[in-house]
């Protein structure tokens, strides 16, 4: 085999590869790059518009699937969403005039203070990419055990 895979689509590609690893036909830093990219498909980067002094409360451009409870993820923290509301932007007359629709921005109390200079923080995809493959999370975690 020439290299590691570019995508890795199914399943079957990420079992296949993981055997191929194992027996020694492609390079296990390549495999655990690729299912930590994966892994990443997991969030949803929302940007950061403001925060408060505290780093308890984040406005982010408007995002649907923030819900209360969820845990966000932050680096190395993953601080919980203990409310949200969402706040509409005053629209001018010629904002109107122009045709502009309302801006609507999402605001996040957080359980804990994000870390520092956080410019964007993760919210929880509506499909995660084990429920795309169509594989268990304790599975893939499984494989990952096995190579570490």
Same mark, same amino acid.
């Given at each position: 085999?020439? +290299?590691?895979?570019?995508?890795?689509? /199914?399943?079957?590609?990420?079992? $296949? /590869?993981?055997?191929l690893v194992k027996k020694g036909k492609l390079k296990k830093?390549?495999?655990? #790059? #690729? =299912?930590?990219?994966?892994? +990443?498909?997991n969030w949803i980067v929302c940007p950061i518009l403001s925060m408060s002094e505290d780093r308890k /409360? =984040?406005?982010? $451009?408007?995002?649907?699937? #923030?819900?209360? +409870?969820?845990?966000?993820?932050? +680096?190395?923290?993953?601080? /919980?969403? $203990?409310g949200i509301s969402v706040e509409t932007e005053e629209q001018t007359k010629e904002d109107m005039e122009a045709g502009k629709t309302e801006?609507?921005?999402?605001?996040?109390?957080?359980?804990? #203070?994000?870390?520092?200079d956080t410019v964007e923080i993760g919210i929880p995809a509506a499909i995660t990419f084990y429920e795309r493959l169509g594989i268990a999370e304790a599975e893939v975690e499984e494989m990952k055990g096995a190579l570490q």
């Amino acid at each position: 085999m020439v +290299g590691f895979p570019k995508n890795i689509k /199914t399943r079957a590609d990420l079992v $296949n /590869t993981y055997k191929l690893v194992k027996k020694g036909k492609l390079k296990k830093e390549d495999w655990l #790059a #690729a =299912v930590e990219k994966l892994e +990443g498909q997991n969030w949803i980067v929302c940007p950061i518009l403001s925060m408060s002094e505290d780093r308890k /409360t =984040v406005t982010l $451009n408007f995002c649907n699937e #923030a819900e209360e +409870g969820q845990k966000i993820r932050n +680096g190395s923290i993953f601080p /919980t969403i $203990n409310g949200i509301s969402v706040e509409t932007e005053e629209q001018t007359k010629e904002d109107m005039e122009a045709g502009k629709t309302e801006v609507k921005h999402t605001v996040l109390t957080l359980s804990r #203070a994000l870390l520092k200079d956080t410019v964007e923080i993760g919210i929880p995809a509506a499909i995660t990419f084990y429920e795309r493959l169509g594989i268990a999370e304790a599975e893939v975690e499984e494989m990952k055990g096995a190579l570490q």
